[in-house]
Nanobody, 125 residues
Framework: QVQLVESGGGLVQTGGSLRLSCAAS????????MGWFRQAPGKEREYLAAISWSSTSTYHADSVKGRFTISRDNAKNMVYLQMNNLRPEDTAVYYC??????????????????WGQGTQVTVSS
């Protein structure tokens, strides 16, 4: 079956870095754009970043632009989110998802039903 499994979360101090990984299986990973999302307690889900199947196009939300970078390795069926200069407001559960499409200059995306279970990121002050 389709699986997306996030890992790499944890507890870090303000200003620290984490690299999240998402391992995909059970579908044609190389044929899909991929995205990262997060949801903090009591908050709506937030769209963070997306990358095309070929890595030629990316999107990063204003809230994380310059700090977070999405990347992927199709040979390994992996997508990554490098997170630098973390802030307490980055505390959330982070999810990866396969996308049907996205806009590289705006916040548009269309997600598939393929989502991971999430990994917790906690940034302490």
């Amino acid at each position: 079956q389709v699986q997306l499994v996030e890992s790499g979360g944890g507890l870090v101090q303000t200003g620290g870095s984490l690299r999240l990984s998402c391992a995909a299986s059970g579908f044609a990973f190389g044929g899909y754009a991929m995205g990262w999302f997060r949801q903090a307690p009591g908050k709506e889900r937030e769209y963070l970043a997306a990358i095309s199947w070929s890595s030629t196009s990316t999107y990063h939300a204003d809230s994380v632009k310059g700090r977070f970078t999405i990347s992927r390795d199709n040979a390994k069926n992996m997508v990554y989110l490098q997170m630098n200069n973390l802030r307490p407001e980055d505390t959330a559960v982070y999810y990866c998802a396969a996308l049907v499409r996205f806009g590289d200059r705006n916040g548009f995306y269309e997600a598939t039903d393929y989502w991971g279970q999430g990994t917790q990121v906690t940034v302490s002050s």
